[in-house]
């Protein structure tokens, strides 16, 4: 199986506080990575690493390799900007942007980026609204606000708005943290139709959600990478005790 | 302890209630007052002008001839050169201050910025009159004559002095005000929008233009227009440098005058009682144009902020 990202022994800090541990994890071509991880390990912090959206807050610091197809992003010569392009996020809470309408906001890394060869913004918000299944939903009332929607459709309107730049990998922080039941089914359901296309990193707090999605799992636990493999592999059969206890509600 | 009865509990609610109820009141009061009062004393000035106070284009209180055209027009075109040049230059020190100042300058920056607003007037006025009011005669306006000459605004005599220096002397008082309110306004943007506009691949500056500037649009509007009511009721450091002489002109070179400057100008030697009558009348204006300003403004301030949903149902 291709591997798109690799992190190689990679380490974060917040200053002096290490809170990534010389974490070595494969991401798949066309697969669902899920991190799952009692609260404060560094889920956040280390998914933020894969599109350098780590270095964006003053006094952080990393060491070590990330390999998207074998070419190490932390190179000096590469630009995060063009990274953070090829590597989209989604993030725990929905952030549409509140001035524009719910077309700029699908149509906002377009205007970064340019459009595509032989489309049009119409065409690509069009596209990328059907596939998050929100096209119906607010085809009559795409020059509202991207905040007149509820908060399920927010996030969905996010990750149309990640999807527009035509990201090679999606990153996703707890998409459904902030959503109700039916809400997080829809996405879910979302995620896993995306990755025929897209290969896909999602951090969850929910065990049932990582087993439901995802097809490789990685168990982190105070910074370090304990146990990654298939899904049914960490779930059915942990080969480490930490990971048991996790998974089996013994802690955190 | 025993906790308070829930009768008492009432009763404070009640007090506290009333208390800032009054403080509400006395607050309309006051404005209901002063406004009162400006319309008495005006009254002489009403009787013999009428509208034609506001219409008329010649203040002379030798002659006992009083129309407040020029006072509204110096007024406005002062406080518009100083938003001219104010309004940019604020929006570039906030946004220095608050994203791309290194941390370490950050704050002694925006103090020193916060300082100035402190300066009292008259010390800006000294100022303008021996450093500003000569740079501009001898550069400023021979500069601009030579390049922009054939322009209605920039002909004439170079006095230094006149309306240029008023607007360019407000435009540094009000600097700081904006730009301090501004910069706060920045720093409230939420982190998730910066982070929303970075990881669709936009550099820092496509950040700070896409997400952090409109977020906070409504905000930055509302330091403009604190800026501008200052602008507005500036009187001592005007006065020293706008020439003091009632008139329009097209050229921004030409000495002008404007409401506050000639009410603090005329007033200690103001003898018969329609010139008093006429001052006071003029600061009947100026509190009339003051308020439709600020009204103006909040509706702004509001449909900005409203905008959202405002709009897209048009
Ligand atoms: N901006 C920050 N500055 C300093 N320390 C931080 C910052 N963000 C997180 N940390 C610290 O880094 C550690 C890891 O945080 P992180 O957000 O990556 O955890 P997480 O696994 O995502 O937790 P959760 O499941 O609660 O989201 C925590 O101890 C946290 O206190
Ligand atoms: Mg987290």
């Known amino acids: 199986m291709d591997t798109r990202l690799m992190a190689e022994d990679f380490s974060a800090w917040y200053g002096q506080n290490q809170v990534v541990k010389n974490v070595t994890l494969p991401v798949f071509a066309n697969q669902i990575t899920a991190i799952i991880g009692p609260s404060g390990c560094g889920k956040s912090t280390f998914i933020r690493c894969l599109n350098r959206m780590h270095e964006v807050i003053p006094g952080t610091r990393t060491r070590g390799r990330v390999l998207l197809d074998g070419e190490n992003i932390y190179a000096n010569r590469v630009d995060p900007v063009e990274i953070r392009r090829r590597v989209g996020m989604v993030f725990q809470k929905p952030n549409p942007f509140p001035t524009m309408s719910i077309f700029d906001n699908v149509a906002a890394g377009l205007r970064l980026h340019g459009l595509p060869p032989g489309t049009t913004a119409e065409e690509v918000v069009k596209r990328c609204l059907k596939m998050v299944g929100l096209w119906n939903e607010v085809k009559d009332r795409l020059r509202d606000s991207g905040v007149s929607l509820s908060g399920g459709q927010q996030q969905r309107l996010c990750i149309a708005r990640a999807l527009a730049v035509e990201p090679e990998i999606l990153l996703m922080d707890e998409p459904c943290s902030a959503l109700d039941p039916v809400s997080t089914m829809k996405i879910e359901e979302l995620i896993k139709e995306l990755k025929e296309r897209y290969t896909i990193v999602i951090v969850t707090h929910s065990m049932h959600q990582a087993a439901r999605v995802a097809d490789y799992t990685a168990f982190f636990l105070n910074g370090q990478l304990i146990e990654f493999g298939p899904t049914s592999a960490i779930f059915t059969n942990p080969r480490d005790q930490r990971t048991e206890d996790y998974i089996t509600g013994r802690f955190g | 302890m025993q906790k308070p009865s829930h009768q008492s509990r009432q009763w404070g609610d009640a007090v506290f209630r009333g208390l800032t109820l009054l403080a509400a009141l006395v607050m309309v009061g006051l404005i209901l007052v002063i406004a009162l009062q400006l319309i008495k004393g005006s009254q002489p000035a009403f009787a013999r002008f009428?509208?034609?106070?506001?219409?008329?284009?010649?203040?002379?209180?030798?002659?006992?001839?009083?129309?407040?055209?020029?006072?509204?027009?110096?007024?406005?075109?002062?406080?518009?050169?100083?938003?001219?040049?104010?309004?940019?230059?604020?929006?570039?020190?906030?946004?220095?201050?608050?994203?791309?100042?290194?941390?370490r300058v950050r704050a002694p920056l925006s103090f020193l910025v916060e300082l100035l607003a402190a300066i009292p007037s008259v010390v800006y006025g000294l100022w303008g009159i021996f450093v500003l009011v000569?740079?501009?005669?001898?550069?400023?306006?021979?500069?601009?004559?030579?390049?922009?000459?054939?322009?209605?605004?920039?002909?004439?005599?170079?006095?230094?002095?006149?309306?240029?220096?008023?607007?360019?002397?407000?435009?540094?008082?009000?600097t700081p005000t904006i730009s301090a309110v501004s910069r706060e306004v920045l720093l409230a943007v939420p982190v998730s929008q910066r982070e929303a506009m970075l990881a669709l691949g936009a550099t820092r500056w496509e950040t700070i233009k896409m997400a952090v500037l409109p977020y906070g649009r409504s905000g930055i509007l509302g330091a403009v227009i604190l800026g501008l009511g200052r602008a507005i009721g500036e009187t001592m450091a005007v006065t020293m440098v706008i020439g003091n002489r009632p008139q329009v002109s097209p050229s921004v070179f030409e000495l002008a005058q404007t409401i506050a400057s000639i009410i603090a100008n005329e007033f200690s030697e103001a003898f018969d009682d329609l010139h008093l009558s006429a001052l006071v009348m003029a600061g009947l204006v100026l509190f009339i144009v003051t308020l439709l300003l600020n009204i103006i403004a909040r509706l702004l301030v509001w449909r900005v902020a409203r905008a959202p949903e405002g709009m897209s149902r048009e």
């Open chain 2, 50 to 103: 009428g509208l034609g106070f506001i219409t008329g284009s010649r203040w002379d209180p030798v002659h006992g001839d009083f129309g407040s055209l020029p006072l509204v027009y110096g007024t406005v075109v002062s406080s518009l050169i100083a938003l001219i040049i104010a309004v940019p230059l604020s929006l570039g020190i906030a946004i220095y201050l608050a994203e791309l100042a290194p941390q």
């Open chain 2, 134 to 174: 000569p740079w501009i005669r001898t550069s400023l306006e021979p500069f601009l004559h030579r390049f922009l000459g054939w322009l209605p605004f920039f002909q004439g005599t170079f006095y230094g002095f006149g309306m240029l220096a008023a607007g360019i002397i407000l435009a540094i008082m009000i």
